[in-house]
């Protein structure tokens, strides 16, 4: 079982920036590619960006391309997501997830671990 946090999250306003984490303990040694999913309420869990653990290949929704950044630090169990010229529908609830099945995964559920979540809201 992998162990996942996100921290990063809070308030701006468009045009603005924040920086997400999403840190791994446990059993982290399967971990084909860590990803950022997002979810607002009343919708489902969508895809924004991935990257693999090895490699560091990287992978964006087309709605986030351009403005967005995911990283890794490989040592420090830590994967980063840079989000720039925030709009209001990034507005959401931000997930990282683990999945050891392959590397190359956008649905959900091929994820096998997941963080708590962390609030991200963008106002007009």
């Known amino acids: 079982q992998v162990q996942l946090a996100e921290s990063g999250g809070g308030l701006v306003q468009a045009g603005g920036s924040l920086i997400l984490s999403c840190t791994a303990s446990?059993?982290?040694?399967?971990?084909?590619?860590v990803a950022w999913f997002r979810q607002a309420p009343g919708n489902k869990r969508d895809f924004v960006t991935s990257?693999?653990?090895?490699?560091?290949?990287?992978y964006y929704a087309d709605s986030v391309k351009g403005r967005f950044t995911i990283s890794r630090n490989n040592a420090k169990n830590t994967v980063y997501l840079q989000m720039n010229n925030l709009k209001p529908e990034d507005t959401a609830v931000y997930y990282c997830?683990?999945?050891?099945?392959?590397?190359?995964?956008?649905?959900?559920?091929?994820?096998?671990?997941w963080g708590q979540g962390t609030q991200v809201t963008v106002s007009s």
């Open positions: 997830g683990t999945t050891s099945s392959s590397r190359y995964r956008t649905n959900p559920e091929d994820f096998n671990s």
């Open positions: 990257i693999t653990w090895s490699s560091g290949s990287t």
């Open positions: 446990g059993r982290t040694f399967s971990t084909l590619s």
